[in-house]
């Protein structure tokens, strides 16, 4: 499956942006997909997940009420809703999907097999 993630850009504190993640030759909706981030001099960190044999959603503390995973299976796309955005939130964002058959969501980094090429969220003012 080929991930294409976009929607980045510059925002406010306290804005909103929502990202997302298509798919081109895989319906999505088979596959365990995660949001992750890297800020410049930090680790990779996973933000949310959402997996595909139950809908369970998975979201970091940092994220916790202030971002929202979906599915969009008409669109075949995965949105990451982020509202009320802070400075710290500013990194590369990559959505990632397992492979197929590996359906549960996962936090772990090393379980993602496929990677988009990641979309820039900036926060300041």
């Known amino acids: 499956v080929q991930l294409q993630a976009s929607g980045g850009g510059l925002v406010q504190p306290g804005g909103s942006l929502r990202v997302s993640c298509a798919a081109s030759?895989?319906?999505?909706?088979?596959?365990?997909i995660g949001w992750f981030r890297q800020a410049p001099g930090k680790e990779r960190e996973e933000i949310s997940c959402i997996s595909s044999v139950d809908g369970k959603t998975y979201y970091a503390d940092s994220v916790k009420g202030r971002f929202t995973i979906s599915r969009d299976g008409a669109q075949n796309t995965v949105y990451l809703q982020m509202n009320r955005l802070k400075p710290e939130d500013t990194a590369v964002y990559y959505c990632?999907?397992?492979?197929?058959?590996?359906?549960?969501?996962?936090?772990?980094?090393?379980?993602?097999?496929?990677w988009g090429q990641g979309t820039q969220v900036t926060v300041s003012s």
């Open positions: 030759r895989s319906p999505l909706d088979r596959y365990a």
């Open positions: 990632a999907a397992r492979p197929q058959g590996w359906g549960l969501a996962s936090r772990n980094v090393g379980d993602y097999r496929y």
